[in-house]
T-cell receptor, first 113, second 117 residues
Framework: QQQVKQSPQSLIVQKGGISIINCAYE??????FPWYQQFPGKGPALLIA?????SEKKEGRFTISFNKSAKQFSLHIMDSQPGDSATYFC????????????FGKGTHLIIQP | GAVVSQHPSRVICKSGTSVKIECRSL??????MFWYRQFPKQSLMLMAT?????????EQGVEKDKFLINHASLTLSTLTVTSAHPEDSSFYIC?????????????FGSGTQLSVL
């Protein structure tokens, strides 16, 4: 049973456009929702994260929107740049830190110049 | 800068040999670290949770005798792939929880690409 469903699998956006990646979860015990950015041959890097007590969080060009009732959250990348081309993973976890993350399957994002 | 250091970044070994991968938290103490495995163009799969001073907790389907985890100190966890075979070739990534005021954050190492010939 996949607990975190991520879409789309791949995405092509023009430079300057908005990239949107969506995730849905099933486990209502999840209380931490991070997004990671991964370049080929590198480990994932934490991009931005949100907890269920807020509906939106913005850091620079990156925004997380969170819909608790729908059990969905999304990443928006504003003014997308070629350097943003990477694989993005949403994830979720519950508890006080002892549990590992459950990852979505990833979205391969390509920003065209 | 990096908060979790993983070494080596790449290793090539012969079938039947053992390989050790180190994961260090650089500026914080990590009582819990995690080991993931990632196949090309796929997501990260949690293999085990490494707990300082106690036995690791393995996910279902992961052979604990094959993937030995030792978390001997608050800043170091090691993953040893014993008697490696070509099917063990993969990208292995560790992560650690860094406590922060108002919450915790998980940071990842840079990964180790293991190729077993």
């Amino acid at each position: 049973q996949q607990q975190v469903k991520q879409s789309p699998q791949s995405l092509i956006v023009q430079k300057g456009g908005i990239s949107i990646i969506n995730c849905a979860y099933e486990n209502t015990a999840f209380d931490y929702f991070p997004w990671y950015q991964q370049f080929p041959g590198k480990g994932p890097a934490l991009l931005i994260a949100i907890r269920p007590d807020v509906s939106e969080k913005k850091e620079g060009r990156f925004t997380i929107s969170f819909n608790k009732s729908a059990k969905q959250f999304s990443l928006h990348i504003m003014d997308s740049q070629p350097g943003d081309s990477a694989t993005y993973f949403c994830a979720a976890k519950s508890g006080g830190g002892a549990d590992g993350l459950t990852f979505g399957k990833g979205t391969h994002l390509i920003i065209q110049p | 800068g990096a908060v979790v250091s993983q070494h080596p970044s790449r290793v090539i070994c012969k079938s039947g040999t053992s390989v050790k991968i180190e994961c260090r938290s650089l500026d914080f103490q990590a009582t819990t670290m995690f080991w993931y495995r990632q196949f090309p163009k796929q997501s990260l799969m949690l293999m085990a949770t490494s707990n300082e001073g106690s036995k690791a907790t393995y996910e279902q389907g992961v052979e604990k005798d094959k993937f030995l985890i030792n978390h001997a100190s608050l800043t170091l966890s090691t993953l040893t792939v014993t008697s490696a075979h070509p099917e063990d070739s993969s990208f292995y990534i560790c992560s650690a929880i860094r406590p922060r005021g108002g919450g915790e954050k998980l940071f990842f190492g840079s990964g180790t690409q293991l190729s077993v010939l």
